[in-house]
C-alpha cells in the first residue's frame, strides 16, 4: 500500500462529491467533531447542521476544519481535509446566501432534510430543533490517498 | 425523528464496539480531524495511525478529541464523542503499555495492520512510514441518538 498526497485538483473533486463529513472546531483548544451534511462550491463549503455547541464555539473561534472521505478498502481510500473560517448566514442580512446554501444542500442532502423536518413536527421536548445553515470560507485544501500500486510515482 | 442524548453508560457501549472513528486535536486553536482506528479499554482509547501533523500537534496541546459513529439511516443514528488527553506511549517507558495497545487493536483492526506491514515492505519512497500507538486518557463521554419513535420518555 501507498500513500501519497493528493493534489489540490484531486482534492477539490472529491470534496465536491462529498456529502456529508466531520466539522472540528476548537475552543481553548480544546477540539470538537461533529458529524455534518455538506455542498461544496467554489470557495465556501456549505453546511446544514442542527442545534449544539458547535455554533456557540465557532463564534468564539472562527476557526474550523472539515474532514471528508472515500474509503473503498483499508488499502484503497483517501480523505481529504479543508481549512476555513466560520461564517454565519444569519438573516436578514444573509438571506439569499442561506437560499443559495438550502438549494445546494437539498440537492444532496434530501433525507436529511426531510428527517428534519419530521423531526420538527413530532418533537416537542427532547432538545431543541433549529435548522441551522452556515457555511465555510476555505482557505486551504489537502488530502491523501492509499492504493496498492504505484502509478506513474516519480520518487526514489 | 427524535434526537436524544445517550446516557454514559450508552456512549460507553458504543465506544467500545468502535473499531474506528475520528481523532480531533488542535494548535493556535486551528482544529484538525484525522481518520484512526481504534480500542476503547476502562478509562483509554488506545489507537493506530501513521505519520501526520497529529503528533507534532498533540505534544504540543495534548487536548484531544475522538468522535464515532452507527449511522443506520438519516434517522437511526448515534453519534459519540470522548474527550481527553494524549499519551505518548514511548519506549522503553511504555513498552507494555504499546504491546497492550497492539494488542488491542490487532484484534479490530488486523487488516489495517496488515496493510501497513505491506506499506512498510513496498514503499521505499512517498511519506515516511511508522506506526505510532498512542493512547488517549478518556475525560469525558456524551453521546447523541436519532430514531423515529419515543421509547418511554418522560419529557413534555
Redesign the interface.
Known amino acids: ?5 493528493m493534489t489540490v485538483e484531486e482534492s477539490r473533486a472529491l470534496l465536491a462529491r462529498a456529502s456529508s463529513g ?1 466539522l ?12 455534518i451534511c455538506l455542498a461544496y462550491e467554489r470557495d465556501h463549503i456549505y453546511v446544514f447542521s ?1 442545534f449544539g455547541r458547535k455554533i456557540e464555539w465557532m463564534r468564539l ?1 472562527s ?3 472539515i ?1 471528508t ?1 472515500e ?1 473503498i478498502t ?2 484503497d481510500w483517501a ?1 481529504v ?1 479543508a ?1 476555513g473560517q466560520y461564517q454565519e448566514l444569519s438573516e436578514p442580512k444573509f438571506e439569499s446566501d442561506r437560499a443559495h446554501a438550502r438549494e445546494l444542500l437539498e440537492k444532496r442532502s434530501q ?2 432534510l ?3 423536518a ?2 420538527r413536527q ?6 431543541s ?1 433549529e435548522p441551522l445553515f452556515f457555511r465555510i470560507k476555505v482557505d486551504s485544501i489537502t488530502g491523501l490517498r ?1 492504493r ?1 500500486e504505484k502509478e506513474g ?1 516519480g ?2
Not at 500500500?1 to 498526497?5: G, L, T
Not at 472540528?24 to 458529524?35: H, K, T
Not at 413530532?122 to 432538545?127: A, W
Open positions: 500500500m501507498i500513500v501519497e498526497e466531520r472540528g472546531c476548537s475552543l481553548d483548544n480544546q477540539p470538537y467533531i461533529v458529524p442542527t473561534n476557526k474550523v476544519c474532514q472521505d474509503i483499508p488499502s480523505s481535509i481549512d433525507w436529511w426531510n428527517a428534519l419530521e423531526r413530532e418533537s416537542h421536548s427532547d432538545l430543533i492509499a496498492t510515482s520518487g526514489g
